[in-house]
Nanobody, 129 residues
């Protein structure tokens, strides 16, 4: 399974970006997987950003992005999107998408790296003040 993340870039504070992550390969059903996004700022550990369940009906967000970021998925395209609005300088980081394939991890693991089987290469988001 390979994940290809894209959409990062440089934006001013208050601006918006949409990240995409497309999965290829694997034999699992497209609507049987859950997705996550994490980010890592320079000198900091990777942290959870958002997660969307296999059904698409439940999403979870870090408190720092709640109300500003929205996660959605297109199962037909095997792609997940992270819409980021009202970006702040503290959102600057490398953003990584991740995929949880069946059997899915327990809900308590989705905010940790152990909740995912595959990772994308990361895309840089830089927010200027």
């Amino acid at each position: 399974v390979q994940l290809q993340a894209s959409g990062g870039g440089l934006v001013q504070a208050g601006g918006s970006l949409t990240l995409s992550c497309a999965a290829s390969g694997g034999t699992f059903s497209r609507n049987s997987v859950s997705w996550g996004w994490f980010r890592q700022a320079p000198g900091k550990e990777r942290e959870f950003v958002a997660h969307i369940r296999w059904s698409g009906s439940n999403s979870y967000y870090a408190d720092s992005v709640k109300g500003r970021f929205t996660l959605s998925r297109d199962n037909a395209k095997n792609t997940v999107y992270l819409q980021m609005n009202n970006l702040k300088p503290e959102d600057t980081a490398v953003y990584y998408c991740a995929l949880d394939t069946p059997p899915l991890k327990i809900l308590s693991d989705i905010r940790t790296e152990r909740g995912y089987d595959y990772w994308g290469q990361g895309t840089q988001v830089t927010v200027s003040s």
